[in-house]
């Protein structure tokens, strides 16, 4: 029911996937397995969610074809620690082969994105997984691998929704041939409210949240909606089947602000776990 996207390694992935996103782990065995039956093949995970054994148990019940999505936590960076860290999430998801795996954040503080990179080229080389892509890379970020790698990524995930529309980066990602994939795609629920969203709502006669995924979905943008709610689940997937007018692309065009970016900047994010450890330490 889902059309599919093509990546730049010639995989393909569906067009709109299901995000994992603060679902406890003790529930998302349950909540994954609704997913499933409400038409979703992609889920989207972290290391850093805590719910990739919950994740895996649902995938495990099922015999569906599905694509997974996991990411590498930000304290897993660098060669030898990504290799450990991979061990250790394809274990969690009972999974010999990852469709996707993300950098999750470049943290650039670190400087270890790049030796990061070059373990998921030997993952990916390795058949331990299918595509290898990155998260919440901006422009330099993604120039600094390819260039010192030679290596495109597949997919960039990043915050993207009508008040944060990323259009420059997007503009890189096609040039290389990379695959836009947003997260928080409704704005964490604030595009709903939006009263110019509500209007073409009420025209098409649909709900809001669909008219900003098939925004999504006709901006050629892989939107990994999260619910714990399995009619809103079923109401999300279900935007295949009517068109926005370029009059709707213009209006929610205008929505984008400068000042709309609602999670944490990439550029300076990421020395949380350092942070956390160096607390740590100094309490004891
Ligand atoms: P819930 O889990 O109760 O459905 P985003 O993916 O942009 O971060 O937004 C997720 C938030 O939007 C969640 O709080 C989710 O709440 C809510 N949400 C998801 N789908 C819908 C929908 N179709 N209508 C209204 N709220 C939704």
Redesign the pocket.
Known sequence: RVPMALLNDGHVLPQLGF?AWQIDNAIAPEVITSAINAGYRLIDTAADYGNESGVGTALKRVRNQFYITTKLRNEDQGYDRTMRAFDASSARLQLDVVDLYLIHWPCPQRRAYVETWRALIELQKQGRVRSIGVSNFMADHLERIMHETGVVPAVNQVEL?PAFQQRELRNIHERYGIVTQA???????AA?TNPRILAIAERCGC???QIVLRWHFENGTIAI?????AA?MA??IDVFDFDLTSDDHAVISRLDRPDGRIGPDPATYGQMGLFRGLTRRLSR
């Open positions: 995000g929704h997260w928080s795609p409704l704005g964490r629920g709903l709900s809001p949240a909606p999260k619910s714990a709610n809103r109401e999300n």
